[in-house]
């Protein structure tokens, strides 16, 4: 277990590093999903969990500086507790949410105490013209994640389930059910965040032109995705040349 | 002559270096002053060909040490902007070293605003829930498929930004700025999210009532009775209260999904929701 435990605290590492960096999205609830699960040695859990926690965060978008709830740690503890505590995907999304909560206030902590901290190390090293010194100190704050979520997870997972499955137990079954039940309609809030990041309102039938083709038309979720792309050409096609506005952002 | 130009300017190994440290632009991203740090990174390739004393190289790591935010895969295009600047500047003394900072603080809004929309808002959404349909299922292709998805689009723009962010130059600022070619990207992108925000509501919101009632020997079920009305009623009229709370109410995102986890509860506790 010990191993095991090492092993998804890494892997949390590793994806907070590349959300860092290259950005290649291993991030993510429905990669991590499944990476957990493969370690702890129930792949199709894993599947199901991250799938289950990318659609709660599916398109929750922070513009500009403000940190959103974090994917990485809070989908690894999710899928974790699912498995080892044999309950299953609903115990997941009762998980996620307020594990992703925990992750969003030490991403806070990064950002405004420890990276501003390696900042000012940079303006040293500027101002002796160090080049190397200044490489470091922007590529320090990546291992700090070890010690943010790679450390957390390890504990969730090594000591975890033991501590917290006595009071899971405990907890009625419709509780359980509810917070599902909630866990289902987050995306509801992802979306919305999504909505008031397009500024140009004169936009909103396409907006419906989604819906129907969704909802009437059963068009699945790869369909949509041709049909965004196609609505968009047709877009631009029919605006020819004609001046765009920039919109005011935030 | 010739030979002397062309050894003056940045080479692609240059131009590959500065690529590799452009994947580092927000890995000290703080409060203060953002991507200062990893932008002023980015220009090291630049620095160590053409100054060599560190007072030189002080003045050039001080300039860039400024306050920068962008999206971190489209900052690759002030990057390359930057990096032909500063060449220029460094080998010519023609243009003021002022400006560099001026085309990137004029860059930051527009390539965030089109750069969130693009990845966020719309690229990684649609395969993000592409991939969580076809996991549901028990498959494991759909992961697969997103994260190479997603590792073309993210190297193909830092790469594009780089090197035709370079090789452009300035004379691409005013490109972007003349044609509108940003905005129009934008809105584009905002065309292909609604569509795929509207599409997905219903799919991807989950929320199902189990409030049944009897009309004489008959029971009627409140959700079939929507479904033959208006499929995804629900969904959508959740999703309009959200953003409704959000934007007129200011309602902050994370006390809407705290409130949803509490209604959740409450409608199973009450048998209205399932």
Do not use: C
Request: charged fraction near 15%; hydrophobic fraction near 50%; aromatic fraction near 10%.
């Amino acid at each position: 277990m010990f191993l095991k435990a090492l092993l998804v605290a890494l892997w949390v590492t590793w994806g907070l590093i590349d959300e860092q960096t290259f950005q290649f999205q291993t991030t993510r609830p429905i990669i991590t999903g499944p990476v957990v699960g493969l370690i702890l040695g129930d792949v199709k859990t894993g599947l199901l969990v991250g799938a289950t926690v990318e659609l709660m965060f599916l398109a929750v978008v922070f513009v500009g500086t403000a940190v959103p709830p974090d994917p990485t740690l809070s989908s690894a503890i999710a899928t974790a507790f699912a498995i080892l505590t044999g309950k299953g995907a609903d115990i997941a999304v009762a998980t996620a949410l307020p594990v992703a909560l925990i992750g969003q206030v030490v991403t806070t902590l990064q950002y405004t105490v420890v990276n501003v901290f390696f900042l000012h190390r940079g303006d040293k090293y500027a101002a002796e013209g160090n080049l190397r010194g200044l490489t470091l100190m922007n590529t320090l704050p990546l291992l700090m994640n070890f010690i943010f979520y790679g450390l957390p997870a390890f504990l969730a997972v090594y000591y975890g389930p033991t501590f917290v499955k006595p009071y899971i137990d405990m907890i009625p079954a419709k509780i359980i059910q509810g917070l599902a039940a909630g866990g289902g309609m987050i995306g509801a809030v992802g979306f919305a965040l999504l909505l008031k990041s397009i500024k140009a309102l004169y936009l909103w039938p396409y907006f419906a032109i989604g819906f129907i083709a969704s909802a009437y038309l059963k068009i699945n979720i790869l369909g949509i995705g041709l049909l965004a792309i196609t609505a968009a050409a047709l877009h631009s096609h029919f605006m020819g040349s004609q001046k765009y506005v920039e919109s005011p952002r935030m | 002559m010739t030979d002397e130009r062309s050894a003056e300017r940045l080479t692609r190994k240059d131009l590959w270096s500065i690529f590799f440290r452009q994947i580092f632009i927000r890995s000290a991203l703080n409060f203060e002053r953002h991507q200062a740090m990893g932008f002023a990174n980015a220009m090291i390739p630049v620095i160590r060909k053409y100054y060599k004393t560190p007072k030189e190289r002080a003045e050039v790591l001080k300039r860039h040490m400024e306050l920068f935010l962008t999206q971190p895969m489209v900052s690759a295009i002030p990057i390359g902007i930057a990096a032909a600047m500063e060449e220029r500047y460094a080998t010519k003394k023609d243009i003021d070293p002022e400006s560099i900072n001026a085309v990137k603080t004029a860059l930051m809004g527009p390539l965030a605003a089109l750069g969130d929309s693009l990845i966020n808002g719309t690229a990684r959404p649609i395969l993000a829930g592409f991939a969580a349909a076809l996991a549901m299922q028990g498959s494991i292709i759909g992961p697969i498929i997103f994260l190479i998805g997603m590792t073309i689009i993210t190297l193909g723009i830092r790469y594009y930004g780089v090197f035709k962010g370079y090789e452009q130059g300035v004379r691409m600022v005013a490109d972007l700025q003349k044609s509108g070619l940003i905005a129009k990207l934008t809105e584009l992108a905002g065309v292909a999210a609604l569509v795929v925000i509207g599409g997905f509501i219903p799919q991807v919101v989950n929320v199902k009532t189990v409030v049944a009632y009897k009309a004489g020997d008959t029971v009627i079920k409140l959700q079939e009775t929507l479904d033959g009305l208006m499929p995804g009623v629900l969904p959508l009229g959740i999703t309009l209260i959200m953003y409704y709370l959000m934007t007129r109410k200011k309602v902050s995102a994370v006390t809407l999904m705290f409130l949803l986890m509490v209604l959740g509860v409450i409608g199973v506790y009450l048998n209205i929701l399932g």
